[in-house]
């Protein structure tokens, strides 16, 4: 519902303030082959980007319901530490999305290469704000999250990870909105696909190794299958 209402609101905005620049001239001028092509190429990509995104969150809380449940809970608490940094640092995005296609569109590369600065002294700053807040109160977010003894002991040896993930995630950030921005959403992609490989293969190797010896390896990745693909162990 959302969706649509801000369309039919974008729709209603642009009829009063640009509607008089509609004619059967413009209209001809919107069907060139080559630009709808690109933009439909750069929406491609951004979609393949999204999916490597989805397909990595899925994967990890099927990996995690495999290992049992207090590690899925502890997964999802461990989670809110991306998804409150994410918030500040999607606002870098769209920043770099909006400054970095008008200054790329213009040919302007020196204001360019000066919102980039800015966006990673400014994230930069960021960094260190949430790092900080992370450390001296992440066992206590936590708590506050859930009252549950045992999830809050399954959580606290991962917390310096979550910790961390202000520093190693604010470059993907500002980097997404640049790269955006300048349309050269290919490269995103291929990097997006890359990672999404990686981290896969190193989730799956980090399961096997937290594998317990009263626990046939084969039921482990029996029970992967089922959550990942629906298929039944045999």
């Not at 974008?10 to 919107?30: I, P, Q």
């Not at 461990?78 to 500040?88: A, D, E, K």
């Not at 190193?202 to 482990?220: F, G, N, T, V």
Request: hydrophobic share 50%.
């Amino acid at each position: 519902v959302a969706q649509y209402a801000g369309l039919l609101m974008a729709l209603l905005l642009w009829r009063r303030h640009y509607g008089h620049l509609l004619s059967r001239h413009a209209l001809k001028t919107l069907w060139q082959r080559g630009a709808l092509k690109r933009f439909f190429t750069v929406n491609r990509d951004i979609f393949f980007r999204t999916l490597c995104l989805v397909g990595v969150t899925s994967c990890f809380t099927a990996f995690g319901t495999a290992m049992g449940d207090a590690t899925l809970a502890a997964n999802t608490l461990l989670m809110q530490f991306f998804v409150l940094f994410s918030y500040i640092m999607d606002g870098f995005a769209y920043a770099g999305e909006a400054l970095g296609g008008r200054y790329v569109g213009e040919g302007n590369e020196g204001s360019f290469r000066r919102l980039t600065k800015s966006l990673f002294l400014w994230g930069a700053a960021l960094v260190g704000l949430y790092s900080l807040v992370y450390v001296a109160g992440g066992e206590s977010f936590l708590r506050l999250l859930t009252n549950d003894a045992s999830v809050v002991a399954a959580a606290l040896p991962y917390l310096p990870l979550a910790c961390a993930i202000p520093v190693v995630s604010a470059a993907a950030f500002i980097f997404d909105g640049l790269f955006i921005g300048a349309t050269a959403t290919r490269q995103m992609l291929q990097s997006m696909a890359a990672a999404t490989l990686e981290e896969q293969r190193e989730l799956l190797l980090e399961i096997l190794r937290s594998i317990d010896e009263e626990q046939p390896q084969a039921l482990l990745i029996s029970g992967i299958r089922k959550k990942i693909f629906g298929l039944q162990g045999k």
